[in-house]
């Protein structure tokens, strides 16, 4: 199984998908990228959260984030599989998704879990910056339904901080305060956050959200 961890570049294939044959770096470009994993075609889990992630285009489109999904079943399922999302998810699924019915995807990103399902991808999420690099991933069972918003959160935080020497506390959300990296001396940061600080502790600071850096 597959040992990716963050920071690793995310590993480059070629598959048939949903709207035909793709090469994964040259499908992200430079846009940041979601690639999560399905357990298979028609299972109601699933059904609801490429809906949802249908749903949410204008978000990920906002934030430059191209999605790709991926399940152990064929083309022609997935096509039909589809037009069923489209109609029980009142949407249009407007990304592709991975025919990977040799599980060659699959288990170079480790979503097959032998203790879980010996055949079956894990509900796996892989977040993917501009440079190819792993930002974030997060593994789901297969009973439990991924939360899409913290999806968004958790991509607004890494676009945040990738370019800004700061991180996010606790239930952060965008617009909230933030904390001024430890790296950061009091002399740097009277100079990078020029609407001031707060000091609750000498490795506690906590400044307005910056504006985002790119």
Not at 72 to 79: E, P
Not at 136 to 144: E, F, G, N, Q, V
Request: proline residues 6%; negative net charge.
């Amino acid at each position: 199984m597959s040992d990716l961890k963050l920071g690793d570049i995310a590993p480059d294939f070629t598959a048939d998908t949903s709207e035909g044959k793709i090469s994964f770096h040259e499908f992200l470009g430079d846009s940041w990228g979601i690639l999560f994993s399905h357990p298979a075609d028609y299972t109601p889990v699933c059904t609801t959260e490429l809906g949802a992630a249908a749903n949410y285009a204008e978000e990920f489109k906002k934030r430059d984030v191209k999605v790709l999904a991926l399940s152990v079943d064929g083309v022609k399922s997935h096509k039909d599989w589809i037009k069923d999302i489209n109609e029980t998810q009142n949407t249009t699924v407007n990304f592709p998704i991975i025919a990977d019915e040799d599980k060659k995807v699959s288990d170079l990103y480790g979503m097959i879990h032998p203790k879980a399902d010996n055949t079956l991808t894990v509900r796996s999420v892989f977040v993917i910056a501009p440079d190819k690099s792993i930002k974030m991933t997060l593994t789901y069972p297969a009973s439990t339904g991924r939360n899409f918003e913290e999806l968004l959160r958790v991509i607004d935080s890494l676009q945040l901080t990738v370019y800004n020497k700061v991180a996010t506390p606790a239930n952060w959300k965008h617009g909230d305060d933030v904390v001024i990296s430890p790296s950061v001396s009091n002399e740097e940061a009277d100079k990078m956050f020029p609407k001031g600080y707060k000091t609750v502790k000498p490795y506690l600071r906590t400044t307005a959200q910056p504006e985002l850096k790119k």
